[in-house]
Structures are given as C-alpha cells and as structure tokens.
Nanobody, 126 residues
C-alpha cells in the first residue's frame, strides 16, 4: 500500500524559512512524481511544486518561483520543499500527493494525483 507522510510545518515569521518533508512508502519503482499542494481556509487547493522522482524534473507555481525549492533524496524515499522568504499569504495546510508525472497542460497538471498525505500546517505571521 502506497503511503505519503508529511512533516515539517510550523509557525514562522514573514521572511523566515521552513522545510517540509514528504516520505513515501509502498512504491515498487521510482517511476512517479511527488507534488506539493496547499489549501488556505476558504480558498481552492493550489498546486505549489512537483518533482519527478526518477529524473528530477521540477515544476513550480508562479507564486513560489524563486522562493521555494523542491528536491528529492531517493535513498530516503523523501521529497523536500524548502520554503524561503515566506509571506503571510503562504499560510495554508500543505499536502503531498503522487502522480505519474509533473506534466502541466493548459495550466493544470495532466496526470491525476492520489495517495494524499494527511497535511501539515504552515502559518506565517506578519
């Protein structure tokens, strides 16, 4: 059974940094991608970033480009989201999920995401 577990959220002041982790289990190969999403109260879920576990191809939403960095450690089955220069509008519950790839088509992910983690809260104070 595939399982994803997020960790690393917390409370930070604006301008600060946090690193989120998404640890995967149950995959039988590296032929998948991990995406990070976030959802703030009253807002739709937003795709933040994605990485192909097999070849490291990445994708970033415009709202986080230059501030967030996604990476992977295949030996630890873990994907990281390093978040720098955090802003109050980054406050949300962050989730990771798995898909066949990170392909974006017409502004949306082409492949459906599944095996959602339980989420981790990120709160950025002004």
């Amino acid at each position: 059974e595939v399982q994803l577990v997020e960790s690393g959220g917390g409370l930070v002041q604006a301008g600060g940094s946090l690193r989120l982790s998404c640890t995967a289990s149950g995959f039988t190969s590296d032929d998948y991608a991990i995406g990070w999403f976030r959802q703030a109260p009253g807002k739709e879920r937003e795709g933040v970033s994605c990485i192909s576990v097999s070849d490291g191809t990445t994708y970033y939403a415009d709202s986080v480009k230059g501030r967030f960095t996604i990476s992977r450690d295949n030996a630890k089955n873990t994907v990281y989201l390093q978040m720098n220069s955090l802003k109050p509008e980054d406050t949300a519950v962050y989730y990771c999920a798995a898909a066949q790839g990170c392909t974006v088509y017409s502004g949306s992910y082409y492949y459906p995401f599944g095996h959602w983690g339980q989420g981790t809260q990120v709160t950025v104070s002004a």
